[in-house]
């Protein structure tokens, strides 16, 4: 049964104790780093459960990207072991995350609906409406925060200004990170998808740039239906979304926005978001999704001991 086959959190005590966030157990290898990409699934900064394929969808459409996208700006990938790891370069990551957006929707239509029109250094003007399509591509840095806490606005002013990265590394990230959006919207418009905001990090390794984490994966992008946009923008209705929004606007349906405790995800919502992030992969890729025969913790073990990933030694 699918449901029985998804992986919670990794076990590799060969490479000893892994960081763990909402979704990734993170193995420090010396100088490159081991990320396994669970099943969990987190919203609202609260992790809730597990969604079948979730990892596997992540990792795959992950490298999809990563290697596309290249020669616009290197990227961390050295190789990909299994479906739900990466073996990566380690880098110094830059203390913010850039998030570019085309429509106004998910938090940022929160915030200006509650009267935030000006956290980013700009102001949104009067008379936007929900999902509404921006003239050009905005650009709404966020602090990254520690494990448990919630990441913070902040505009380009205050990121030179704190010196968190400096004027010339930013206008390279900036620049990386248009170019990056560009190529994602336009392979998205030919797959009959709208990319509607996401969110890039970017490291550091001896004074050159490299996009790490993920690009344009329904974790930390938004996808919207492009054929359905303009009617149900007019007539006011909710995009038909691709991506971890679907899970967020559940839990707010039923009251839950990060304070209290969440509602538990049924079977049923869950086989229904794995159904969805499955179909995403296989539009975006190309390549049909591949549904797990074994336990996935398993398989993970044994393709990693086939490729001789342990403690400072991988290849």
Not at 94 to 101: H, K, N, Q, S
Not at 105 to 111: A, C, E, P
Not at 131 to 149: N, R, S, W, Y
Not at 289 to 308: C, V
Request: charged share 30%; with cysteine.
């Amino acid at each position: 049964m699918l449901l029985d086959k998804t992986l919670s959190r990794s076990h590799l005590p060969s490479l000893g104790e892994p960081n763990r966030g909402k979704v990734r157990d993170v193995y420090d290898l010396g100088d490159k780093l081991l990320i396994v990409t669970t099943d969990r699934i987190s919203a609202f900064d609260v992790v809730l459960g597990t969604v079948p394929c979730k990892g596997q969808v992540l990792n795959s459409i992950a490298a999809h990207w990563f290697e596309i996208t290249k020669e616009i700006v290197p990227n961390h990938v050295i190789s990909v072991p299994d479906p739900n790891a990466m073996l990566v370069k380690k880098l110094r990551p830059l203390p913010v995350e850039v998030v570019l957006r085309r429509h106004i929707t998910g938090s940022l239509w929160r915030d200006y609906q509650a009267g935030k029109r000006d956290s980013y250094g700009f102001t949104l003007p009067d008379g936007l409406r929900a999902d509404q399509k921006f003239d050009e591509v905005i650009i709404t840095p966020t602090t990254k925060a520690e494990l448990g806490e919630h990441d913070e606005p902040i505009s380009e002013q205050e990121i030179l200004e704190r010196g968190l990265v400096s004027d010339s590394i930013w206008q390279q990230v900036k620049k990386a990170a248009l170019n990056l959006f560009a190529m994602g919207e336009k392979e998205a418009a030919d797959r009959g998808l709208i990319l509607v905001d996401t969110k890039y990090e970017f490291g550091m390794d001896k004074g050159k740039l490299f996009v790490m984490d993920e690009i344009h994966t329904p974790d930390s992008s938004r996808y919207w239906e492009a054929d359905e946009y303009e009617q149900r923008f007019e007539s006011g209705k909710p995009q038909k979304m691709l991506d971890k929004e679907n899970i967020r606007q559940w839990l707010i349906q039923r009251g839950f926005s990060g304070q209290g405790t969440p509602p538990k995800l049924t079977d049923e919502v869950r086989v229904e978001l794995a159904s969805t992030y499955l179909n995403l992969q296989e539009r975006l890729t190309g390549k049909p999704a591949l549904l797990p025969t074994q336990d996935p913790g398993a398989r993970l073990s044994d393709n990693l001991s086939r490729a001789n990933i342990s403690m400072g030694e991988s290849k």
